[in-house]
């Protein structure tokens, strides 16, 4: 394996369960199932609504599972290892056909990419952002559909306090965020309020086609060097609907505080 991987990802952490296998799902926490004092913290100002944006698909690109699998093995099971108990996760491939992959945990954030030497990608490199101990947050939402709204329409927060608007990185972000209901786009942006730094988006998606509808499996993740959220979704869209009319089947959040390196 890589020195800069091994260097990286110094020590040894508790081990997944399947140490070659895909990261599995858990269980998780309905909102009304958690602790007072676990709940999410409500800024004095409202978080800003996004408008749904283009999913482009690519039926020649491989889904997450395959993508995984053409990663090394040893780096899998080393990403899983620090990764701790999975949450979100997605593999993609760069234009070149190189993998890499995205592992957000109980233990920290892992992001796999390759390494280019000579212009082809030798290796894998990762590197892990270690989630604060007792910061992790998960909330499941209900599936009703949203509420439409214009550009300026404000998620749930104290009447008349100020709209704050985050920097996302890339802002192709703002066009997924915006196929979320109202309380989920408030969910995942409300941490990063009072940072004011760029927020790293990065997201991963797959499309199903059947003549009365469209189904969307999606997963987002947002991070500073302090705050990490994501989410796992299924929804589906009648033909013809609108994006403020799709049933969502499943909305899985997640809010944790990171250590600064």
Known sequence: MDKAWEQEFAGRDRMPERRDGTPQRRDRTPADRLPAGRRPEHAAGVTQIHEPGALPVDPGVPAREGCWELLPGDVRAKTLEKAGRSLVWWARVYDDGAPF???????????????YRNG????????RVRVEPGSLLSRSFDGRPAQA????????????????????????????????????????????????????????????????????FVLLCL??????????????????ATPDRARWH???CHQARLTPR
């Open 223 to 240: 991070s500073t060097d302090r705050h990490v959220t994501a989410i796992e979704a299924r929804r589906t869209l009648d033909r013809g």
């Open 250 to 252: 499943s909305l899985t």
């Open 101 to 115: 992959a995205v592992v957000f945990g109980d233990r920290g954030l892992c992001r796999v990419q390759p390494v």
């Open 120 to 127: 082809r990608a030798q290796e894998h490199r990762g590197e």
């Open 149 to 216: 709204g214009g550009a300026g329409a404000a998620a749930p927060g104290r009447p008349g306090a100020p709209v704050e608007r985050l920097v996302l990185d890339p802002p192709e972000a703002q066009g997924v965020l915006g196929h979320f209901p109202l309380d989920v786009q408030d969910f995942l942006q409300r941490p990063f309020l009072a940072g004011r730094r760029t927020v790293t988006a990065e997201w991963y998606y797959e499309e199903t086609v059947e003549p009365a509808h469209t189904g969307l």
